[in-house]
Structure formats: structure tokens, C-alpha cells
């Protein structure tokens, strides 16, 4: 089992930058597919970023509304996901989430694991 813990979320205005992290309980975070997910008020969740690891090389996907703009890594030495998250929009305000896996998806019913989630809010 691995228990997750957001942080990082805030109040910035468009066109600013965060970076959220996601500390992660347990011996075993490396073997995880980790996800970021986001939920606006009145939407459904939906996936932003997603990163796992193929022998030595972690291959990394994006939602098409943050690619180039989000950059999703790990620290596997520290337990810890992240999303660096720049150029933000007023449509990037939405609750973010950080999910774990045993295999990546880009769908919130493949991640067993979920974090509390942090308030991500971009004023325009």
C-alpha cells in the first residue's frame, strides 16, 4: 500500500507558476505508475500527466490542454511525484489530485491510490 500527501496548491495569477509535490508513504514508490488527475467544480476528473518507468528511461504522458506548459517527474530517492506547472490559465483551476498505480493510465478508475488532494486556483 502507498499513502499519498499533496502539497503545493495556491492562489497565482495567469500566466504564473506552481509547482505541486506528492509525498508518498512506503518502501515500494519507485515500482508505482504515478498520475496527476484534476477536478473543476462541476466536472469530472480528468487526467493531466502521468509518468512510469520502462527499464531505464520514465516515459511521461500529457493531457492536451497541458502539454508544454506542465512537466510531470519523480524522485524516487525521496518518495516524492511533482508537476511543474507554468504558464497558467484561469481553466487550470481545479482541485489537483496525485494518484498511484501498478500500471499507467490516462483513466481515473486504473489508480487504486489517491492523495487528498490541493486547491489550485488561477485568477485572471
Known amino acids: 500500500q502507498v499513502q499519498l500527501v499533496e502539497s503545493g496548491g495556491g492562489l497565482v495569477q495567469a500566466g504564473g507558476s506552481l509547482r505541486l509535490s506528492c509525498a508518498a508513504s512506503?518502501?515500494?514508490?519507485?515500482?508505482?505508475?504515478m498520475a496527476w488527475f484534476r477536478q473543476a467544480p462541476g466536472k469530472e476528473r480528468e487526467f493531466v500527466a502521468s509518468?512510469?518507468?520502462?527499464?531505464?528511461?520514465?516515459?511521461?504522458y500529457y493531457a492536451d490542454s497541458v502539454k508544454g506548459r506542465f512537466a510531470i517527474s519523480r524522485d524516487n530517492a525521496k518518495n516524492t511525484l511533482y508537476l511543474q506547472m507554468n504558464s497558467l490559465k484561469p481553466e487550470d483551476t481545479a482541485v489537483y489530485y496525485c494518484?498511484?498505480?501498478?500500471?499507467?493510465?490516462?483513466?481515473?478508475?486504473?489508480?487504486?491510490?489517491w492523495g487528498q488532494g490541493t486547491q489550485v486556483t488561477i485568477s485572471s
Open positions: 512506503g518502501r515500494t514508490f519507485s515500482s508505482y505508475a
Open positions: 509518468i512510469t518507468r520502462s527499464g531505464s528511461v520514465n516515459i511521461v
Open positions: 494518484a498511484a498505480s501498478s500500471s499507467v493510465s490516462r483513466s481515473q478508475y486504473g489508480y487504486n491510490y
